[in-house]
């Protein structure tokens, strides 16, 4: 059973403490009709440092990823970015009529578009709401590339939807080999080998899918990097990308932290001083350009080793950046930032 573990949302004036034990958390739904757009622009410096267009149907994440940066956004909505993320999960029914709409108004071609980065797009929720599914089929329907990221293995529902768009890629966020090592940091995510079979299936399909290895904790999943990427090659991958742990805010920092020593007691130490090796001496980045970017010696040797694999294994080179000079540019709502 978990319990609500909020750090204090920055934005409001006041906080409260429980006294003694904090009650348990339940899993709430919101259905909220969306008014403004479903496209998002939003800067990743994975991105060689450009702007990425974003579509999610909801917000919050019951697979409450510990190290998640997308908990930064529930505050914005006046929740915690502890549990209230993964368990106040806010819904956009009208999610693929307000994409349709604004593709149709769109007067030019939208170079790309990621179903991530706020959320999973297939949360369990989406079994049922199929948001993320009837998207898919207006980005089919308007020829728009597409990008998904994910943990879970019902993104293989819509294999006959990813084969009708023009271009895809599905890659699978698989920062860690097994299951031990991931439970700590992802305690209800679907398990790494049940994302290795979906990827698997996937490319079987003919769709094209790579593997993310985001993020690189300093100090426990370096040495899984060849592993991983061997794993995801047999699987079908093609393409690939790691990024080192960052910690957007304050209240994402506490959280992990304190679930940190909560589950792994024994390594937090280690992870800790590693990561502010990384960074310097405090465990934040100070600014957006060093999200996913190490300073030291030992990080040039984790992409050297990445690089390494990489090449060995023939994961194909990275795409150029598409263009980004379209109006949708200027007119989405920014959602600061990714990676
Ligand atoms: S699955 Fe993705 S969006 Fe969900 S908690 Fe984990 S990192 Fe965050």
Redesign the pocket.
Same mark, same amino acid.
């Given at each position: 059973m978990r319990h609500i573990l909020n750090p204090p949302n920055p934005y409001d004036r006041y906080s409260a403490e429980y006294v003694g034990e904090p009650p348990p958390t339940k899993l709430e739904i919101f259905e909220e009709t969306a008014t403004k757009k479903m496209i998002t622009k939003a800067f990743a410096s994975d991105w060689e440092g450009g702007w990425r267009y974003t579509v999610n149907c909801y917000r919050g994440?019951v697979?409450?990823?510990t190290y998640?940066f997308?908990r930064q956004y529930h505050e914005y909505l006046g929740y915690g970015a502890g549990t209230d993320f993964e368990t106040k999960i806010v819904v956009k029914p009208n999610a693929p009529k307000l994409l349709r709409e604004e593709l149709k108004k769109c007067k030019w071609k939208i170079p790309h578009l990621d179903f991530s980065f706020a &959320?999973?797009p297939y949360l369990p929720l989406e079994a049922e709401y199929k948001l993320t599914r009837q998207c898919l089929e207006v980005c089919a329907e308007f020829r728009v590339p597409v990008g998904v990221i994910t943990?879970s293995p019902l993104v293989t529902r819509d294999i006959d939807v990813l084969q009708k768009l023009e271009k895809i890629s599905v890659f699978f966020?698989l920062p860690f080999l097994t299951k031990e090592s991931s439970n700590p940091f992802?305690p209800y &995510?679907p398990v790494p080998e049940a994302r290795f079979r979906a990827m698997k299936t996937l490319s079987e399909a003919g769709i094209q899918t790579g593997i993310g290895i985001a993020p690189v904790i300093p100090g426990y999943n370096e040495s899984d990097i060849p592993k991983l990427l061997e794993r995801a090659r047999d699987c079908g991958a093609t393409r690939a990308f790691m990024g080192l742990l960052h910690l957007d805010n304050g209240s994402i920092e506490n959280y992990f932290v304190e679930k940190l020593h909560e589950r792994i007691p024994s390594k937090a130490g280690k992870v800790i001083n590693s990561l502010k090796r990384e960074r310097g001496g405090i465990l934040r980045h100070k600014s957006y350009k060093e999200r996913g970017v190490g300073i030291t010696e030992q990080w040039e040797v984790t992409k050297k080793l990445f690089e390494f694999h990489y090449q060995r294994l023939g994961f194909v080179a990275r795409e150029p950046k598409p263009e980004a000079t379209e109006a949708i540019a200027d007119d989405a709502p920014v959602q600061q930032t990714l990676f």
């Open positions: 994440c697979h409450g990823c998640c997308a &959320t999973d943990k966020s992802e &995510t």
